[in-house]
Structures are given as C-alpha cells and as structure tokens.
C-alpha cells in the first residue's frame, strides 16, 4: 500500500465524513463538534449513502509529535499521536511497507493510513455499519478511532471514546482475571474440582464419568460438555433474562466426553467458572468486576450491565450515562442496514455480556502488556500473569492453545498473540496482545458481517509493519494427490448440542466437507465456506497450511488415516463421520421419502375402487401408509420453511428457537415414523393377501414394501439425529 497517498486520503476523509471519528488530542481548545447530520427516514440506509467518497486533497503538514502515555486522570482524553514515519523509520520509502525491528514503534501516521485502508475497504465489501479501533505499543496509545455509524436513526458516529460496543467473549478475560485473583488469594485452587468451589445446585454431576471437572479444565475449555445456544444463550426480551445461578440450573449442559481430554468452546464453563468466582468471593458478578478490574483501570465507559429496566432478582441496569451511548447492531439486507433488537446477555454474564470503548480497551491491552499493571495500579501478580501466556495442554504448531482462559494464537513471522475474540448476533470483535512486539490490537464491528475484519485485523498490523513479505500462492502436493482417501470425508464437529432438536440442527450446520484436488491441494467445505490448504511437510504427518496466509489445519491420523481435524482457532474437533449421519444422506432419504409419500397419495386419488381388490389387512395397511404420507409431507413442508427462514436470517435460531414450526415438523415426524412400527408387522399379512382375486398384485405389494423401507430407513436417521424429539428442546 502507497503509505503516503493513504495517508492524504484518510487525511481528506475526516474532513469531509463526520462518520470517522478520533480521539479528540489532550489540548485546551476542546475538538469542534461533528457537522449537523440530517435525519434519516425509517428505512434501511444503504452502505453508499452513510459513506460517500471523499475527495482526495492533500493534508496538511502537522509537527510531530511523542505519543502520550495513559494516566488515570486523563483516560478519556488519551490522543491519538502523530508521528513522522521518516523520523521512525530513515530510509523507507513513503510507498514502501515498513518492516520493524521487536520493540521499535510503529510510525502512527503510517499506522493509522494502512488502518483506514483495511478498514475502509472491510466496510464497503462487508457492508458493516460501524467500527472502533484501539492499537497501542510500548505503553502508550498509537490509534484510537471510530467509523461509521453507532446509530442510524438519528445518526450517530462511532466515537472511539465514547460508543459502547458489545465485546462477546472477551467478556471471558474479565472473568477469568477474577476467578485468578481468588487464587491469588488462595481461596481457589485450579487443579481441585470446581465443585468444592459452587453452590450444591450448581455441583457438575458425574454422569458416568470417573474424573471430576477441576476449574483449569474450564480454562481451557476442556471440561467434556455438549454446547447449546439455541433460545437461551442470548434474549431480545429483557423479562426473559434470568439471575445467573438459575439460568445455570435451568440450562444445565450434558458431560459428553472426558475432561481434559480436547478444547471444545464452552460458554457454560465459562459462566460456571464466573459463578464459582461470585460464590468464593461473596459480591455479585457485576460487582466484582467494577471493583477488581473497571475501576482500578480506570476504565469508566467498561460494564458487565445491561440497558434494561431495573427488576427485582437482577443485577442493577446500566447506568444512563452509558446506556445513551451504546452502539445498536446492525444486519445488512438487500435493502441496506438493518437495526437488530438490543441483545440480552446478562443471565451468562461471565461469558459475554460486557461492553466496552475502543478508549477502555486500550487501557485494558495495556494493563496485560504490563503484567497486569497500568500507572501504578496492580489488578495481578506476576503468576498470574505467567498464567495467561502459559498454555495447559499442548498443540500442533501454528494451531491456537488456550492459557488459563486466554487464546494463545500464532501471529506472522513466528510471533505468539495472547488475547481472545468475540460475538454476539450482530456484533464481532477481537483483542490480541503480543508481548514480543509490546503491541496490543482491539477491533470490534457492529454488524454481523464484520466477523472477517475482526479476525484479521491483528494479524494484518503484525504483518505489515514486522513480517517479511511471503511468496503466495503455496503449490500443492503430489503425495497428497496420490492418496486422498486418507483425508477426504465428511466430518462433525464437536462443538454442539448432542440431543433433541437442537441437535439435530446442530449436525446439520455442524458438518464439514474435505476434498483432495487432483493437483494436491486440501479443500475443507464449513458453514458454506471453502479453504484450501496444501501439506506442511509429509502429508502423513497430518499438518496443513493455507495456501494464501499464515492459518494452519492439524489431523489427528490413526494407521495411515485421518480421523479427526482442529482448525487454527482450536475451539473444536471436527471428527470423521459415516456418510449415512451425513446431511447428504438424511437429504437423499428425505427425497426418497417425499416421492414415495406423494406416488402414494396419488395412486390412492386415482386408483377405481370399484375395480379394487384387496384383504382387511391390506386395506388397513394402505390406510396407514397413506397416512404416514400424508405426515411425512406436511413435516417435511414445515421443515422447508423453517429452514428456509433460518438462511435468511440465522438469528431466527436464537431469538425464535424452536418456533411452532420446527415443533410441528418434529411432532409429525413422529407420529408418522411410530406408524411404520404397526405397517411394519403387518407386512407379511400384505404379502399372504385374501383369496386370489381378492388381493394385491404382486407389484404392488412389491412397490409398498420399498415405500415401508425407505419410511424406516428415513425414521431411524432422523431418531439418530434427535429430529423425533418436539419435547426435547
């Protein structure tokens, strides 16, 4: 990227869109405020019209100045410093990409340019409403900024100091700070089970397996639990939002595999681990976060509360003086942006609820960077601090670990990021923190579509101002072509609900593809996504990277042959499945289920009773299949418009979960799958009929008999797949 022209163009685009806002620089004239804006119909705005293209002009030259260090008393006045790339960097090119040396300061004015670059361009092929953006190195501030909009009707721009965005899972580092301060304390201990440290009603219970859940296997994500969301995880109606300790007891999750044994994301465990923390220490989640980490930090625009009316048996609301400023969510449509409900969080507080600004976040990044220290002020101690950089169970390289709660993520170059990233319906955000470089990255997007710019944000700083450039794209394999078997397949991921319908949903969405390409590359097909990989070293050895990127895929290989997957994220196992529990086969059998029902039907409409010749028997047997048919249409046509419904807006699995369509699908599903129970034991008085002209023909006792299989075989993969359950929620 052309450093300098981007820089004119960032330059030239403050001036003329009040829809990027900076910090405004610690001086005694106070920054002029943004030009009247008009009001907006109510109606979605399209991306175009909320961004207009500047018109480049030159900027004005501005002296350099040192960047300015955070104190406590200045946390909502910290700058935004500008500095001579020229002076940071003698000999680079104003159109070169700057490489630095660990430690040497980022040029902020190149910063901010590549920064406006990647996010500007982000916005308008992501189609995302609003951005905040913190980047400090060295102990200081280098970039605070706001884009786009926090609101639309009426208009507001994202203020970096001022506008709440919610943060998703980094709400998670909060709560595992204060669950390492009541070890600190000696109140916890992280290898004893975490039932010594909760409430009787909230105790895990054994479910078969020998060894207990301690609390560093919540850390790490590997305490065996399934993982559900569906109508619970987040609520749009704040009566439906739930003290902690009940929507733990009401919503309590499954053991489904050994603790210890492999990292699979657990929002439960999460919040259980935030329980025992409030159990130990005796004050309310809220409260001990504001009085452990917000105020101590300095960070006054941070907060676990919610914008909702105060109600008895909850946690006090967010304050007004915050509530005004959060930023709504955004869902992009053909028609433009639309606003999302306000999104509940607060009956799992622990594992998501928080919300925060760009200014907070800053502050935050560099109290880790510092060791949990930040002007003086300690929130913990050095072992702590060895805790969040240490991880508890060995990866492949290159695949992401978890040290006590926080991710560990491999960075461009070979350099190690420690932070987390997060999400919410409408929101996506990321923190990465990298000691090496003392450099620390927030980015948080109030549309759902911002998911990509969050992940890749981080990684595009290190790499632009700290990494060689790399040769792309990498050639694929040939002893991988020679052998695909060993990898193609289809496979389930781990991380979802193992019964009832929500399981069923989640085998469907949680299925992933892999090919080999004739020229050996790896193709893994997820969520509608497709990545190639090429083999990093032997393919026998199971290690892949992309083929474009630093991003890295492991097997697991047994005698030769893949069974399971991690992707570089590591917050599941994706493991090798049949192809009959694939989505593939239960859509192959759901046809041949519907047109045998409607060959049924229709041969009943047509067929002349006066000329028909059948048993009592046989005649029962058609009425029952002619039923079954009739139920296996109607489930499968209430099936198509819930999922058709759920493509088009997948928060419907959230905020509408089960709905009375999925329920009736499931009940007639039911119905007509215990119907093939009696039409099956019938099946051999079908074939001894009644007397010779009063009985079926042959083929037609032939044709109902593979109508019945196929019913049988459709039921049973459905019972697999937790389709048959409307009760089972």
């Not at 939002?241 to 499954?254: F, G, Q, S």
Request: glycine share 10%; with cysteine.
């Amino acid at each position: 990227m052309a450093a300098a022209l981007t820089a004119n163009l960032a330059a030239s685009a403050q001036e003329a869109d009040p829809s990027i806002v900076r910090s405004a620089p610690p001086a005694a004239t106070p920054a002029p405020a943004p030009a009247p804006v008009p009001a907006l119909p109510k109606r979605p705005i399209p991306y175009t019209a909320l961004n207009p293209k500047p018109r480049a002009k030159p900027a004005p030259a501005a002296a350099p100045t040192a960047a300015t260090p955070i104190a406590p008393a200045q946390a909502d006045a910290a700058s935004t410093p500008v500095a001579s790339a020229a002076a940071l960097a003698p000999g680079v090119p104003a159109d070169a990409g700057v490489r630095l040396a660990p430690g040497q300061p980022i040029p902020p004015a190149q910063l901010e340019a590549f920064v406006d670059g990647v996010v500007g361009e982000a916005m308008a092929r992501q189609h995302i409403a609003g951005v905040t953006v913190a980047v400090v190195q060295n102990g200081q501030v280098l970039l605070k900024k706001g884009y786009g909009f926090a609101s639309l009707d009426p208009r507001r721009p994202v203020d970096p100091d001022r506008t709440l965005f919610r943060v998703g899972s980094i709400s998670k580092t909060f709560t595992w700070i204060g669950l390492m301060k009541e070890v600190e304390a000696g109140r916890i201990r992280l290898d004893q089970p975490v039932n010594l440290y909760l409430p009787e009603r909230l105790r895990v219970r054994d479910q078969g397996y020998d060894r207990p859940v301690t609390v560093r296997d919540l850390m790490a994500h590997a305490a065996g639990f399934e993982d559900r969301a569906f109508g619970q995880l987040f609520e749009r109606d704040p009566d439906y939002v739930r003290p902690l300790e009940l929507y733990l007891r009401r919503e309590r999750v499954r053991r489904v595999r050994p603790p210890g044994q492999a990292a699979s994301y657990s929002n439960y465990g999460a919040a259980l681990a935030g329980a025992a923390a409030v159990y130990v220490a005796g004050k309310p989640f809220e409260q001990l976060m504001e009085d452990e980490i917000f105020r101590p930090l300095g960070m006054t625009r941070t907060t676990f509360r919610e914008r909702r009316a105060a109600k008895a048996g909850l946690p006090a609301p967010m304050p007004a003086s915050l509530a005004a400023d959060v930023s709504d969510g955004f869902r992009w449509t053909r028609e433009g942006f639309r606003r999302r409900p306000y999104e509940y969080i607060g009956q799992i507080a622990p594992a998501g609820s928080a919300s925060s600004t760009a200014g907070d976040m800053a502050r935050y990044m560099l109290a880790l960077l510092g060791d949990g220290q930040l002007n003086g002020t300690t929130i913990y101690g050095p072992g702590t601090a060895q805790a969040f950089r240490t991880p508890i169970m060995a990866t492949p390289p290159g695949i992401n670990g978890w040290a006590h709660g926080f991710i560990v993520e491999p960075l461009p170059g070979g350099r190690i990021g420690y932070g987390h990233a997060g999400s919410t319906v409408a929101f996506t955000s990321n923190m990465v923190t990298a000691p090496s470089l003392n450099l620390g990255v927030f980015v948080a997007a109030n549309t759902d579509t911002g998911a990509p710019l969050a992940r890749d944000l981080p990684a595009a700083i290190v790499r632009e101002f700290f990494t060689a450039p790399q040769p792309f794209p990498r050639a694929g394999s040939p002893a991988l072509a020679a052998a695909p078997e060993r990898f193609a397949g289809r496979y389930l991921s781990t991380r979802r609900a193992y019964g009832g319908l929500e399981g069923f949903a989640g085998r469907l969405a949680g299925d992933a593809v892999v090919r080999v390409t004739p020229d050996g590359r790896l193709v893994t097909s997820d969520g509608g996504v497709d990545k190639v990989w090429v083999p990093e070293g032997d393919p026998a050895h199971g290690r892949f990277i992309a083929v474009t990127g630093d991003e890295r895929l492991a097997f697991t290989m047994r005698d030769g042959r893949a069974t399971s997957f991690m992707t570089a994220a590591n917050v599941q196992r994706f493991e090798r499945t049949s192809a009959w529990r694939s989505p593939g086969a239960l859509g192959l059998l759901a046809g041949l289920t519907a047109g045998a029902a409607i060959v049924s039907l229709v041969g009943a409409a047509v067929r002349n009773r006066r000329e028909l010749r059948e048993s009592l028997a046989q005649s029962r047997a058609s009425l029952l299949q002619n039923l079954q048919a009739a139920l296996w249409l109607i489930a499968m046509a209430c099936f198509a418009v819930w999922g058709a419904g759920v493509m088009s807006d997948p928060a419907r699995l959230v905020f509408g979960w089960p709905g009375p369509l999925l329920i009736s699908a499931s009940a007639c599903a039911l119905v007509a799958a215990l119907l093939t129970l009696p039409t099956l034991l019938g099946l051999p008085a079908v074939w001894r009929g009644g007397r010779r002209v009063d009985t079926w023909p042959v083929l037609r006792r032939a044709a109902f008999t593979v109508t019945l299989g196929i019913y049988v075989a459709f039921s049973v993969l459905l019972a697999q797949s937790g389709a048959l359950s409307p009760w089972g929620l």
